[in-house]
């Protein structure tokens, strides 16, 4: 018998299991896939001789997480590796807005595009240097942020008050324009917004771009050596080492509840596993409320509320095995991690608005990947890993493009679709098809048969709009680990602060365990020294 079962090892699974162990709980993770890791993992499934992530691949809030920091994974070999430059946006006419870990270097770019560009960029820079320690106690502990949420509204005060409040909680159109004379900061802070599923114009999209803006000023989007999985690897290392275990091939159908309480779990096989303290669940909160536990044991407010959850954008995602390095147009592109391809904020609206009104976009905005450009050990020498990920609607209405797909993403409509996203890689880099040794095609329902979590490829457990932030997500009035059934915590990116590799929401379920055992210890002890003292007035 364990004190706690974790249902799922991605990195927020893992986190909670390697807390609770370090707080001397015996731990068993079971998985349903055959390897550990969610949606951090790696392979060689495009070439024997590349390493290609499967799902993330850089970690900016990895970087800055001081809940992963606290586990001090380098112990377990993990380290990090950084491209030249964090992150490139070309234009077909030559420009490109530059993201470098080298504040002079991001500004100088920007002042190409308008003088006076750069030093704005410095004073949004500076804001964040003000607001940073606070933002990232608040967006890493439990909802509310009490303690930090106090110090973020003094530091916040001084940093300009409403006035900064009204600056990020903007369209990312509208910061864009009221900060920058030219299109290069522009488009940095909106092409960092949907990195989510936030268009230019969704209210709070600003200080979202700001947000991954600034994290990739101070910490740059790093890689994990060797792959993305050397990050999965060093957490289950670290779990066995304090004695932990993890079980994959192991799918979950059922949280067991009797008496009111989460007492364990059973899987598919009829294996009944229990759990002495607690349940702690890494899967999506409408698989949780909808599939796993029981409806009677829920409430009639909460299964309403699910019916109404958002997800955020599906996605479809393109590996390359590459012959040479990418031939883009604009050199400053050949020494970036990450490049994001569009042509300008309007094509970023006109993208998202395909997606909103249910049509496949005919001219994708890529988030494209240079991974041995990040990591020379991702290939050999002269060789470009690659990949990129578009987004697509969850139902499709229409084709903006003229291949007439459906969204059935049968074996057509994927091979239309990812030559799609290389006519647009194309456009910032002519040549870029002649290099391609081979590819691998994830469309939306492969990446779910993949990680269930990444419900119709939307990898974000959700979306990331302000109606399902804080206090709404995953849904109105909760926003913490705890749910209805005692004894069991939802401890995926579905619970605040949301998607992203940092391990928050598996800290927070494990935290909210342990306090919670703490408590009923406390009230137990109280009890009985109350029931003593009675018997001795007898």
């Not at 308008?114 to 909802?143: N, S, Y």
């Not at 994959?248 to 007492?263: D, I, K, L, P, Q």
């Not at 009104?357 to 450009?373: C, I, K, S, Y």
Request: hydrophobic share 40%; with cysteine; aromatic share 6%.
């Amino acid at each position: 018998m364990a004190d706690a079962v974790v249902i799922g090892a991605g990195p927020n699974g893992l986190v909670a299991a390697n807390l609770l162990a370090d707080a001397g709980w015996s731990v068993e993770v079971l998985e349903a896939q055959n390897e550990p890791g969610g949606a951090v993992r790696h392979d060689h499934g495009v070439d024997p001789d590349f390493t290609s992530d499967l799902f993330s691949a850089f970690y900016p809030l990895a970087a800055a997480s001081p809940v992963l920091a606290g586990l001090r994974l380098e112990r377990e070999g993990l380290s990090w590796s950084h491209a030249p430059k964090v992150l490139a946006h070309p234009l077909r006419d030559g420009r490109c807005a530059v993201l470098s870990r080298d504040l002079e270097e991001t500004a100088a770019s920007l002042e190409a595009f308008a003088p006076g560009d750069g030093a704005a960029w410095k004073e949004l820079r500076d804001v964040w240097e003000t607001l940073r320690p606070g933002i990232l106690d608040a967006l890493f502990t439990p909802f509310p942020p009490v303690r930090a949420g106090a110090r973020l509204a003094l530091r916040l005060r001084a940093a300009g008050g409403l006035r900064l409040a009204r600056t990020m909680l903007l369209p990312v159109r509208r910061m864009g324009e009221e900060e920058f004379r030219g299109e290069g900061g522009r488009l940095l802070l909106a092409g960092n917004a949907l990195h989510a599923d936030l268009a230019p114009e969704a209210a709070g999209s600003g200080g979202f771009g700001w947000l991954m803006s600034m994290l990739g000023q101070t910490y740059g989007f790093p890689v994990p050596v060797g792959g993305a999985g050397a990050l999965t690897t060093a957490l289950v290392r670290r779990l066995a080492r304090g004695g932990g275990t993890v079980r994959c091939g192991e799918r979950v159908t059922e949280v067991v509840v009797r008496g009111g309480r989460a007492v364990g779990v059973r899987t598919a096989s009829g294996e009944t596993v229990v759990a002495h303290r607690a349940v702690l669940a890494d899967v999506s909160a409408p698989a949780l409320y909808g599939s796993l536990v029981a409806e009677q044991h829920l409430p009639a407010r909460l299964l309403g509320d699910l019916e109404r959850f958002h997800w955020d954008f599906a996605t479809f995602k393109v590996d390359w095995a590459l012959d040479g390095p990418v031939p883009w147009t604009c050199p400053e592109a050949a020494r970036a991690g990450t490049v994001h391809l569009a042509e300008g904020v309007d094509a970023l609206t006109r993208f998202a608005a395909q997606i909103t009104t249910g049509h496949v976009p005919d001219e994708p905005f890529a988030l494209f990947g240079q991974m041995t450009t990040a990591d020379t050990s991702r290939s050999p020498r002269g060789t470009e890993s690659a990949w990129a990920y578009t987004h697509v609607p969850h139902r499709v209405r229409g084709d903006a493009g003229d291949d007439k797909l459906t969204g059935s993403w049968d074996a057509r409509e994927q091979e239309a679709m990812a030559d799609r996203v290389e006519t647009q890689v194309e456009r910032y880099a002519p040549g870029f098809r002649g290099l391609v040794r081979a590819r691998r095609i994830l469309a939306p329902p492969t990446l779910e048969s993949m990680d269930a979590n990444l419900h119709g490829g939307a990898i974000n457990g959700g979306t990331t709009a302000l109606h399902q932030q804080l206090v709404f997500r995953p849904t109105p009035g909760t926003g913490r680990p705890e749910t209805p059934v005692p004894g069991l915590y939802l401890a995926s990116a579905s619970a605040h602060p949301g998607g992203g590799v940092h391990g928050a929401p598996g800290a927070n379920a494990a935290r909210a365990a342990l306090h919670r055992r703490r408590t009923d210890a406390l009230a137990h002890l109280q009890s009985r020294l109350t029931q003593r003292d009675r018997g001795g007035q007898r």
